[in-house]
Structures are given as C-alpha cells and as structure tokens.
C-alpha cells in the first residue's frame, strides 16, 4: 500500500484559504486514485474531492464547489487541495486517501479507499 502524509492545515479567518499537501511514499502514485474527506468533531467522516490517478476525471462534493480545487503532481507523488472562501462550518481534520486505479471505484465512498493519511487540522475561525 501507498502510505500518505499531509500537511498544510492550520488556523485561517473565515474566507480565507489554504492549501494542503499529501506526499505518498512506497508505492506507484500515479497508480492511485486520491481522494480527500474530512471529518469535524462528532460528525462523521465526509467526502470532499476526488481525482482519477491521471488526472482525467475531478469530482467534489458539493458544497466545496467552485471554492476547492484538487490537483496532483504524479511526478512529485503529491497531492493538493486549494481552498478559498473557508467557513466555520469546514473546521474540521483532514484527510487524504488512496484507491488502487483496478477496477471500479467510487470515488466519493470512502470505503472505496484502502490507505490513509493520519490528518491535518483545518481550523476556520469566525
């Protein structure tokens, strides 16, 4: 499995931005779906974006459209997640996650993802 690291998070105002990192190591990156998901305390764990492993195919959830843009440097073996316009409610951590290019997947399940990132806290302040 590919093992994940991510960082970037922090404590921003309300409509700020920031942007958060994910470098893989241990397998083929470009081998991978990634996805990003984040979890706020007493929720659960939620989808945010997605990427196919060539970069064809973004998906987002809806409520981070138009404001969050995923990205990967499969030369880099690292993934990204631009955020602007952040508001209290997206305070929460953060996670990126891998899913094997084989077969189907459902890139906004989480159960489709096998390796993840231990998280980075996202703190939106009002």
């Known amino acids: 499995q590919v093992q994940l690291v991510e960082s970037g998070g922090g404590l921003v105002q309300t409509g700020g931005s920031l942007r958060l990192s994910c470098a893989a190591s241990?397998?083929?990156?470009?081998?991978?779906?990634m996805g990003w998901f984040r979890q706020a305390p007493g929720k659960e764990r939620e989808f945010v974006a997605a990427?196919?492993?060539?970069?064809?195919?973004?998906t987002y959830a809806d409520s981070v459209k138009g404001r969050f843009t995923i990205s990967r440097d499969n030369a880099m073996n690292t993934l990204y997640l631009q955020m602007n316009s952040l508001n209290p409610e997206e305070t929460a951590v953060y996670y990126c996650?891998?899913?094997?290019?084989?077969?189907?997947?459902?890139?906004?399940?989480?159960?489709?993802?096998?390796?993840w990132g231990q998280g980075t806290q996202v703190t939106v302040s009002s």
């Open positions: 241990g397998r083929a990156f470009s081998d991978y779906h």
């Open positions: 990427v196919t492993y060539s970069s064809s195919k973004t």
């Open positions: 996650a891998a899913a094997h290019k084989s077969g189907a997947v459902a890139l906004a399940e989480s159960r489709s993802y096998a390796s």
